[in-house]
């Protein structure tokens, strides 16, 4: 099956600093989507983003389809920002089930 | 707002007794629905895919007949753990699919998640 490689695994940076989080994946997808999961446990879906740029305030996320990586930027990080940041995938010859990286945690220091 | 709903948010129940966690789409009928299960500081691994009308068709390593799946109506998907123990404490989520034909141009809907504890 498809592998999903998240990285890097942990990360800390200080308030107002910038960061990048990759996102590896072995095959083709037609979905690729980057959620938060707050301490509550909820996925908050930040974007659907199967190929090119998208942008949301802050966040901002860019998947090269023909390279198999997606990278979300997170700039001027504040410490709500704090959490676990998963990419999950599904591709064209499956039933839509999305398969998850294995994370990258996140902490935000004031 | 929530376009899919998961209830209960939490259980906390004896070894041995059944426990059904419920996920609806509000906002579109889905046709698949998806189960997942996540462990203390891991990621999230799927279950089970549910297939209104059908049979659900299950995840290599997923004990069916400890983990039902019924999805009966095309908003309602439900997961029974049945004669639960202590290792089946975990995280449960559910994800909801829109329509096959619009699948491609649609991110999935996740519920906010079951937090199942078996004393």
């Known amino acids: ?110 | 707002g929530a376009v899919v709903s998961q209830h209960p948010s939490r259980v906390i129940c004896k070894s041995g007794t059944s426990v059904k966690i419920e996920c609806r789409s509000l906002d579109f009928q889905a046709t698949t629905m998806f189960w997942y299960r996540q462990f203390p500081k891991k990621s999230l691994m799927l279950m089970a895919t549910s297939n209104e009308g059908s049979k659900a068709t299950y995840e290599q390593g997923v004990e069916k007949d400890k983990f039902l799946i019924n999805h009966a109506s095309l908003t309602l998907s439900t997961l029974t753990v049945t004669s639960a123990h202590p290792e089946d404490s975990s995280f449960y989520i559910c994800s909801a699919s829109p329509p096959r034909h619009l699948r491609g141009n649609q991110p999935q809907h996740f519920g906010d998640g079951t937090r199942l504890s078996i004393l």
């Open chain 1, 1 to 110: 099956g498809i592998q999903v490689e998240q990285s890097p695994p942990d990360l800390i940076l200080q308030e107002g600093a910038n960061s990048t989080l990759r996102c590896n994946f072995s095959d083709s997808v037609n979905n690729l989507q980057w959620f938060h999961q707050n301490p509550w446990g909820q996925l908050i879906n930040l974007f659907y983003i199967p190929s090119g740029t998208k942008q949301n305030g802050r966040l901002s996320a860019t998947t090269v389809a023909t390279e198999r990586y997606s990278l979300l930027y997170i700039s001027s990080s504040q410490t709500t920002d704090s959490g676990v940041y998963f990419c999950a995938v599904s591709w064209s010859s499956n039933t839509g089930k999305l398969i998850f990286g294995q994370g990258t945690t996140l902490q935000v220091k004031p």
